[in-house]
């Protein structure tokens, strides 16, 4: 096995520390920080998503996979410096669940397996009214606005973030993704988002789509 | 115990199919079939039809109460459907399903409460959020139940669901809960404990073990109300069992008319 398909495995099999020494046993011999990342990381992530897409892996070794991607992450990311760091961000994500909710966990889970897939997340909270989002667009100027909801009186106001975008100049300058158990692609296409995904893992697929789509 | 029979939520595919055709021969049968099992309370919850909800709830109530006289559990976060719910529930006291201590939604529903003299489940959230600790979700359980009780109502008639997180999330999810349930009945004796028993196996296989477990678990801390299928005859038969162990069943009654009933047949 080549160094880089045991980064990748280690990912896969979640093992945190393996990562790390591996990571860090590549920096030594040279290999490029971005290769690392694309090579090991991501492309162990890669199969993970995939694996939990078949049904093979389950959520929380999903979970154990991204957190051991992350702390490689850690490592390698101030070693790429300036411009040269966006390049290596498959984009940035502005998260937050919609106003009225108080539901965190699957916006979580989004954006951990986002932050994982290459994107860069930026995560406001819960309970953020339309405003919030406006400010937050503007601020960070994100690729992808993803809205979170669980409950079924609370998702109207994913129309209104997505209205307040309108007034504000700012909806073609952003894709919008919705998210949530009541959510689907029907409710999506009613309120004019851009994307739907029922999972964290397909959140990171339509994301890269949106992004190619750019 | 109590038992709160599940199946009429129509954010399962079958259930939704019957009610968008009106299929009232369907509704009935699950009605008398969920009675029959057990079920103290049958539970109706139409939230995901927005605003199809009103009018599902209607239709549902209607068919359920021509065959049952089992009390309801009116669960939906829409106060209109709420009191529209409660209105139509003949049969004695009502049970809503859910308040909590957000204080939009708690003043838009407590009156509908206290008009109806129904049973509350609560859950210990506010404006912060979803308590992550066991000590956090007896925080908020203090002043959720001081405030329901200064307003009036029994603590009997008072229902804490101390928020069931999935463990595929959070390693930590069922021991947290487990905690919080002995930290709660030992502060509030009279008040009772529900949960529902899908969430803690969300994401994860083999469920159905995971949720008889849960209610396992749970019930041997102290938790005293469940919201289950109580046509999940492995499940009941657990029930029953495990509370003639825990003293909870006199003469172990219940359990040996489960068992004549044949409950413990494959």
């Given amino acids: ?214 | 115990m109590l038992i709160v029979g599940e199946l009429f939520n129509t954010s399962r595919k079958i259930i939704l199919e019957n009610v968008e055709k009106r299929n009232a021969e369907y509704i009935r049968d699950i009605a008398k079939r969920q009675a029959e099992a057990g079920a103290d309370y049958l539970d109706v919850n139409c939230g995901d039809m927005l605003d199809k909800e009103v009018d599902a709830m209607k239709w549902l109530i209607e068919n359920i109460q021509a065959v049952v006289d089992v009390p309801l559990c009116i669960d939906t976060p829409n106060p209109a459907a709420m009191e529209v719910g409660l209105s139509l529930a003949k049969n004695g006291q009502p049970l809503v399903n859910s308040i909590t201590g957000e204080e939009e939604r708690y003043n838009a529903i407590l009156p509908l409460v206290i008009k109806y003299k129904a049973k509350i489940v609560a859950l210990p959230i506010d404006e912060q959020g979803i308590p992550q600790t066991a000590e956090g979700r007896l925080r908020v359980t203090r002043q959720l139940v001081k405030k329901l009780t200064e307003a009036g109502m029994p603590a009997d008639d008072i229902y804490m669901d101390l928020l069931v997180q999935p463990i595929a999330t959070g390693d930590r999810a069922g021991l947290e809960l487990l905690h919080a349930i002995r930290l709660v009945k030992q502060e509030f004796p009279e008040v009772h404990l529900i949960s529902g028993l899908s969430n803690i196996s969300y994401g994860l296989p083999n469920r159905r073990i995971l949720n008889r477990i849960f209610m396992l678990q749970t019930l041997t801390m102290g938790m005293d109300a469940y919201i289950l299928d109580p046509l999940d005859k492995a499940m009941m038969g657990y029930l029953y069992a495990a509370q003639a162990l825990l003293a909870r069943d006199p003469f172990c009654g219940k359990y040996l008319a489960a068992h004549r009933k044949g409950l413990y047949q494959s």
């Fill in chain 1, 1 to 214: 096995m080549t160094l880089y398909e045991e980064l990748q495995e280690s990912v896969i099999m979640g093992q945190e520390d393996k990562v790390k020494e591996i990571v860090n046993g590549l920096l030594d011999k040279g290999s490029k920080p971005r290769e690392v990342i694309s090579e090991g990381l991501v492309g162990g992530m890669t199969v993970v998503g995939a694996k939990f897409k078949t049904g093979e892996m389950f959520i929380p070794e999903v979970i154990a996979s991204a957190t051991a991607m992350t702390k490689g992450l850690k490592i390698l990311k101030p070693l790429i410096v300036g411009e040269e760091l966006s390049t290596i961000s498959a984009g940035k994500v502005v998260l937050g669940t919609v106003q009225g909710d108080i539901h965190y966990i699957g916006k979580k889970l989004v954006g951990m397996i986002m932050e994982s897939g290459g994107f860069t997340v930026v995560d406001i909270g819960v309970d953020v009214p339309p405003d919030k989002f406006i400010e937050a667009t503007e601020r960070e100027q994100p690729d992808i606005l993803g809205l979170s909801g669980l409950l079924t009186t609370t998702i109207p106001r994913m129309k209104d973030v997505v209205e307040a975008l309108k007034r504000s100049n700012l909806r073609d300058k952003v894709r919008v993704m919705v998210g949530g158990a009541p959510v689907s692609q029907d409710f999506a296409d009613s309120i004019g988002a851009d994307a739907y995904a029922p999972n964290a893992v397909s959140a990171v697929d339509k994301a890269r789509q949106l992004m190619g789509q750019s």
